[in-house]
Every structure is written in C-alpha cells, then in structure tokens.
C-alpha cells in the first residue's frame, strides 16, 4: 500500500511545485522546544507534510529534499547521543523511494543558501534560509486541498489507530464499571493501547460526571467517586499508527437511567447521521440535520418545550450543542483544510450561527472524518440563554435532573465513499 501511496503523494507535491513555480521543496520533521528557563523540552510533534511522506513520527531534525521529478533525498538525523534512543527508522518498503544520508549534527546538514526557487515546509523559527520561501501559500494551499483524499495506506492506518484505540475503550469501560477514578481508568487506557501519553494523537478526555460537559476536560481527579455518587462517563480518546490519528468518543451510564435512554437516542441519530456522509454531501447541510435531530432529542426528554425547528433557529439548540459535527482526520487529529472551498486557498466559513464547525467542504470519495454529536448541561451557556431571552424555552426542573450526568458525545471516524461509508470505528 504505501508503494501506490508514496506515488500519488509525489505526484501531487510535483504539481503544488508546478503552481507555485518552484523547483523544489525543503520539508522539515521539526524539533523540540524547552519549557522556559528549563533544559526540558515539550513533546515531539512530527510536520504532518514530513510524515505524509515517511512513516518516522519521532525524530526531529530530519529534512526531505524534494525536487521536481527526481528521487527525493532524506537528511536522517542519527546523532551519537549516549542520553537518548533513537527508534529504528529506515525499515520498510518507504526507504527505497529516498535517498537516505544519516546526519549526527547540523554541521552535517548541506549548505542549501545556494537553492533557486525552493521552499522551506516548517515551523516559523526552523526557518534559516533567506533564499527559501518560508512555507509558500500557493504550494501550502494546494497540498492540503489534496491531502483531504486518503490513500488506502492513510485508510488503513487510520483503521489500525481505531482498533488499537477500541482496544483501550473496552479496557476504560470496565474500569469505570469497577468505580475507578478518572486516573485509574486513564491509565487501564494506556496499558490496553500500549502507547506513551506523548504518542497520544491528543490528550484524552476521561470524564465522569459533571465533568463530562467539559468539553476539552483535562484534569484527571485521582479520588474515587463513591459508587451511590457515580453516574456518568465521557472518554474521547485515540491512538496513532505510522503517524496517523484515530479520534473516538463514548459515553456510558452508571446506572439503567434516564441518561442511559438519552444515550441510546444519542448513538441512534449519530449513526444515522453518519450514513448519510456520503459523496456529494454538504457537511455544513449534515451539521444542521443534526441540530434538528439533537433538538428532537431534547423535546423528547422534555428539556426545552418548542419544536426542533425553533430550537435551531434561535440558537437554542447551540446551548446544549455548541461545537461542531466532526473535522477531517488523518496526519492530524482536526486534520487541515476543513475550511478550503478550492485548491487555491480561498475560504468557506462556517454559518454565522455555527462559528466552531471546522469542516464546511462537500464530501469526496475517501474522504475521512468524524462524525460527532453530543448533547451537554453547560452552567455558562445555560446562563447564556437565560440572559439572551431564552430562558423560557427551557424546563428548568429537568436541567436539574441531568446536569449531574455533565453530557453525552458519540463519535466515529468515517470513510467517504459514494453509495455507502465505511465506519472504521464500528468495523468488528
């Protein structure tokens, strides 16, 4: 697979380099930074362009030197380092594609200051060249309007980030039926995916309660609720293979309740939803149905007392459903160019009503996204509402009844295809 990969991402880089007059390209894996004052660096993050390529996600310092029509060249960086290691990186069908000199230092580096009409793909301060053109917008804009399309290399990665993510999924349930802290069940997730928390394509999501309408909930409380106190748990977790991300959410029920019901009708819509992410589809048109489906929901359970309709309209529906749909995914968990309307950069925003949907293009075949609905008891948009005159839609005695629970999310990771979709998460 990566073979026919490699050949359809060399051709699209060889026609970004013919619109933007370029002869060439300098891509760079990129490097650490140190926490302030401190010789510790942040985690590793690999140029998603760099990992298009080849499958290292962990070494910094690397450049690929694409040229036009000629065999790339890879700078590998191999330092005579007795504090670190190194994981082995020239395995592979991908190494027979690059020309592959080991560098131990910059001193290695070639001098590149005599290059005409090449680019520098990178971080902002890797930038040393006055002669290359620091990320050129019509090469950038061109590259990540392809990059929306996967291989069935990118495919299958993106498959093998799912099951290894479900793998810690089941592993976290189980943990949050035992009573497990929010910690305890973080870190069954990690021993089940075998991953490092700096492999992580993002920081995970281990909610439980009141927690659970924290969108980007981060703290992990290490105290065990008492199992009378427990009611709910959120996890929006994934992993990483060859550089490519997996992006899942879930959402459980302590107890045979209310919100299990509303969970229930939750999954339901988000399938629903989901299949109909097929080619040709506006996702922008995908997000709104399911604002009309998640305001049915709520009407059912008796949390806001006007029609679906209405409820979207005034912006009622955003309280209790404020981000959105899903993103595209792939090198990157919000994987670029969401907002791309063509190959030359120019730009799709949101609705005005919908400012935080990331994805506004129409669907294409292998197209891979997510798709993710939720329904949340957030204080600060509920006072929102009250202070926006809209307040009286609300039942207030069943907020009461649900915010305990925090909220719901379901989401999958999609593969765009004409008459169906291939759902990588629900695959087994």
Same mark, same amino acid.
């Given at each position: %697979?990566?073979?026919? =990969?490699?050949?359809?991402?060399?051709?699209?880089?060889?026609?970004?380099?013919?619109?933007?007059?370029?002869?060439?390209?300098?891509?760079?894996?990129?490097?650490?930074?140190?926490?302030?004052?401190?010789?510790?660096?942040?985690?590793?993050?690999?140029?998603? =362009?760099?990992?298009?390529?080849?499958? +290292?996600?962990?070494?910094? =310092?690397?450049?690929?030197?694409?040229?036009?029509?000629?065999?790339?060249?890879?700078?590998?960086?191999?330092?005579?380092?007795?504090?670190?290691?190194?994981?082995?990186?020239?395995?592979?069908?991908?190494?027979?594609?690059?020309?592959?000199?080991? +560098?131990?230092?910059?001193? !290695?580096?070639?001098?590149?200051?005599?290059?005409?009409?090449?680019?520098?793909?990178?971080?902002?301060?890797?930038?040393?060249?006055?002669?290359?053109?620091?990320?050129?917008?019509?090469?950038?804009?061109?590259?990540?309007?392809?990059?929306?399309?996967?291989? /069935?290399?990118?495919?299958?990665?993106?498959?093998?980030?799912?099951?290894?993510?479900?793998?810690?999924?089941?592993?976290?349930?189980?943990?949050?039926?035992?009573?497990?802290?929010?910690?305890?069940?973080? %870190?069954?997730?990690?021993?089940?995916?075998?991953?490092?928390?700096?492999?992580?394509?993002?920081?995970? +999501? +281990?909610?439980?309660?009141?927690?659970?309408?924290?969108?980007?909930?981060?703290? %992990?409380?290490?105290?065990?609720?008492?199992?009378?106190?427990? /009611?709910?748990?959120?996890?929006?977790?994934?992993?990483?293979?060859?550089?490519?991300?997996? !992006?899942?959410?879930?959402?459980?029920?302590?107890? #045979? !309740?209310?919100?299990?019901?509303?969970?229930?009708?939750?999954?339901?819509?988000?399938?629903?939803?989901?299949?109909?992410?097929?080619?040709?589809?506006?996702?922008? $048109?995908?997000?709104?149905?399911?604002?009309?489906?998640?305001?049915?929901?709520?009407?059912?359970? !008796?949390?806001?007392?006007?029609?679906?309709?209405?409820?979207?309209?005034?912006?009622?529906?955003?309280?209790?459903?404020?981000?959105?749909?899903?993103?595209?995914?792939?090198?990157?968990?919000?994987?670029?160019?969401?907002?791309?309307?063509?190959? /030359?950069?120019?730009?799709?925003?949101?609705?005005?009503?919908?400012?935080?949907?990331?994805?506004?293009?129409?669907?294409?075949?292998?197209?891979?996204?997510?798709?993710?609905?939720?329904?949340?008891?957030? $204080?600060?948009?509920?006072?929102?509402?009250?202070? $926006?005159?809209?307040?009286?839609?609300?039942?207030?005695?069943?907020? $009461?009844?649900?915010?305990?629970?925090?909220?719901?999310?379901?989401? #999958?990771?999609?593969?765009?295809?004409?008459?169906?979709?291939?759902?990588?998460?629900? %695959?087994?």
């Amino acid at each position: %697979m990566y073979n026919k =990969h490699y050949k359809y991402v060399s051709k699209i880089i060889n026609k970004g380099l013919n619109k933007a007059k370029l002869d060439g390209v300098l891509i760079y894996s990129g490097h650490v930074h140190n926490y302030f004052l401190d010789d510790m660096p942040y985690a590793f993050a690999c140029n998603p =362009h760099f990992k298009w390529l080849v499958p +290292i996600t962990e070494t910094p =310092h690397c450049i690929i030197h694409f040229k036009l029509d000629s065999k790339p060249v890879l700078y590998l960086y191999q330092p005579k380092d007795y504090w670190h290691s190194l994981p082995k990186t020239t395995e592979g069908d991908w190494a027979d594609h690059f020309e592959i000199i080991p +560098i131990s230092c910059k001193e !290695d580096v070639p001098d590149f200051s005599h290059l005409k009409n090449h680019g520098w793909i990178g971080q902002n301060d890797s930038h040393e060249y006055d002669n290359l053109q620091l990320n050129p917008q019509v090469y950038m804009d061109f590259i990540h309007w392809k990059r929306a399309n996967k291989t /069935k290399y990118e495919i299958e990665n993106i498959k093998q980030a799912n099951q290894l993510a479900l793998k810690g999924h089941k592993a976290a349930e189980l943990s949050f039926r035992k009573g497990y802290s929010e910690f305890e069940t973080h %870190m069954a997730y990690m021993l089940a995916t075998k991953h490092n928390e700096y492999q992580l394509p993002y920081g995970n +999501i +281990i909610a439980q309660n009141e927690n659970g309408a924290i969108l980007h909930y981060q703290h %992990m409380q290490r105290l065990r609720h008492k199992p009378e106190n427990l /009611k709910s748990f959120l996890i929006d977790a994934g992993c990483q293979v060859n550089g490519y991300a997996s !992006d899942i959410t879930r959402t459980y029920s302590y107890n #045979d !309740d209310e919100f299990a019901q509303m969970i229930v009708a939750v999954e339901k819509m988000q399938i629903k939803i989901g299949n109909k992410a097929t080619v040709g589809a506006s996702y922008v $048109d995908l997000h709104q149905q399911a604002h009309l489906k998640l305001a049915t929901i709520i009407k059912e359970f !008796d949390i806001i007392n006007c029609d679906a309709q209405e409820a979207h309209d005034t912006g009622l529906s955003n309280v209790f459903f404020p981000h959105g749909l899903g993103h595209y995914l792939g090198l990157q968990v919000h994987d670029i160019g969401g907002h791309q309307k063509n190959k /030359k950069g120019n730009i799709k925003p949101p609705p005005d009503l919908h400012p935080f949907l990331r994805l506004t293009r129409t669907l294409k075949k292998n197209n891979v996204i997510t798709i993710e609905p939720g329904i949340y008891f957030i $204080d600060m948009l509920l006072e929102k509402a009250k202070a $926006d005159g809209l307040g009286h839609y609300i039942n207030w005695s069943r907020i $009461d009844d649900f915010k305990p629970y925090g909220g719901i999310r379901i989401e #999958d990771n999609i593969v765009v295809k004409k008459k169906h979709v291939i759902n990588l998460t629900r %695959m087994s």
